[in-house]
């Protein structure tokens, strides 16, 4: 267990750097968007140093580096361009100044608001890549029933994910929708279907961690990952845009879809 909160606090401090760089990227392009693009390389620079101090199956190593690595660019391209058209995030500005807490409130100035949201994400992070360091520390030679699978929600939570982003991209992409909501493909039965296979991914991961010793404490990543997404910064900011934007049109998408869970439409 030491090695393991070691190999955590190696990849905090780094992943700290990381954030502290986009900070002052932020600060020079004015698009808060490079938070999330940081989120993205975040999770990938956790795989590698993992992969490196990690003292597990090396197979089993290489394996959580490729999927966290795939998973994290895909994340990464899809912001990136997001931040090349220049689209800010509007969600985390809200965030900021629908936030409670004392330390924030008393924070006056806006970039150091943002400053302190790219700290407490990089602690976000180290907290949500703890399956990848109980499993780079797994030293059975062979994969279980678990990892495997776990491998496949993984597999399908990331083409969910997939497919959903592209489905509402090429929607976005008709001028003749701008007004309209996207009920088409997977956005006919969850109002957030790119959310739901997103913690899809994340219950792979938690999967794949029970087979290493002490992998049960895995399962905290899903379940921030599902708490963030329905009560923090996911559905919440996303349907307040959403409804500024859409109006009465996103009401009623409302009443007919499921928010996060796919399931058939109401009558």
Not at 121 to 138: C, D, K
Request: aromatic letters at 16%; proline letters at 3%.
């Amino acid at each position: 267990m030491l090695d393991i909160i070691a190999m955590l606090g190696v990849s905090l401090i780094v992943i700290e750097g990381l954030m502290l760089l986009f900070w002052i990227i932020y600060l020079v392009q004015k698009q808060i968007n490079a938070l999330d693009v940081a989120w993205g390389l975040s999770f990938m620079m956790s795989g590698l140093i993992y992969y490196i101090l990690g003292e597990g199956y090396p197979w089993r190593k290489l394996l959580i580096f490729l999927i966290v690595s795939v998973w994290s660019l895909r994340l990464v391209n899809y912001y990136i361009k997001r931040f090349q058209m220049g689209q800010d995030d509007r969600r985390y500005l809200a965030m900021l100044d629908n936030c409670k807490v004392a330390f924030f409130t008393q924070i006056g100035n806006l970039k150091l608001k943002i400053f302190c949201l790219f700290i407490l994400q990089g602690l976000l992070v180290t907290i949500l890549s703890l399956p990848f360091a109980l499993m780079v520390q797994n030293q059975a030679p062979f994969f279980s029933t678990f990892e495997v699978f776990g491998l496949l929600i993984w597999m399908g939570g990331l083409i969910g994910e997939t497919v959903a982003d592209s489905q509402l991209h090429a929607f976005k992409q008709n001028s003749n929708n701008v007004s309209r909501v996207c009920e088409e493909g997977l956005w006919k039965y969850s109002r957030h279907p790119n959310y739901f296979f997103e913690w899809l991914v994340w219950i792979g991961y938690s999967l794949m961690a029970l087979s290493s010793p002490m992998g049960w404490l895995g399962i905290v990543s899903p379940i921030l990952i599902v708490y963030l997404l329905l009560k923090v910064s996911g559905i919440p900011y996303a349907e307040e845009e959403a409804l500024r934007t859409k109006g009465d049109a996103y009401r009623d998408y409302q009443q007919k879809t499921s928010a996060f869970f796919p399931w058939f439409r109401k009558k």
